[in-house]
């Protein structure tokens, strides 16, 4: 055991993933075992990820966080652009059925 406080609250952290939430959206862990598919609507650009994986790479964050480290990732130029010419890649919910749209209404 350490005495460290912020290694006290990592290891509480990771046996309650809900205990360091941030945001009241989904999380990617709201996802595991599923797959997570994107799409951009300026550029050719659909993917789909498997949500365990990204889990293991990247850790649990919020999905609103995740879309913009998968354009970064896929080296996407607009993806920092603050202007109109944005980057548009966004969650394709129609691939990925109704477990958004349960999410959303579970936020309701």
Known sequence: ???DPAAKK????????T?????????LS???GRKIWVKCGKC???KRYDANTLLAKIGDVCMHEL???LARAEGCPKVDNISAD???L???IKAMGELIGDQNRQLR
């Open 1 to 3: 055991m350490t005495n």
């Open 44 to 46: 050719p650009l659909r």
């Open 90 to 92: 966004h969650y394709d």
């Open 30 to 32: 709201d996802y595991a």
């Open 86 to 88: 944005r980057c548009n």
């Open 67 to 69: 879309i913009g480290r």
């Open 19 to 27: 205990f360091h939430r941030q945001y009241t959206l989904p999380y």
């Open 10 to 17: 990592k290891q509480t952290a990771h046996r309650n993933p």
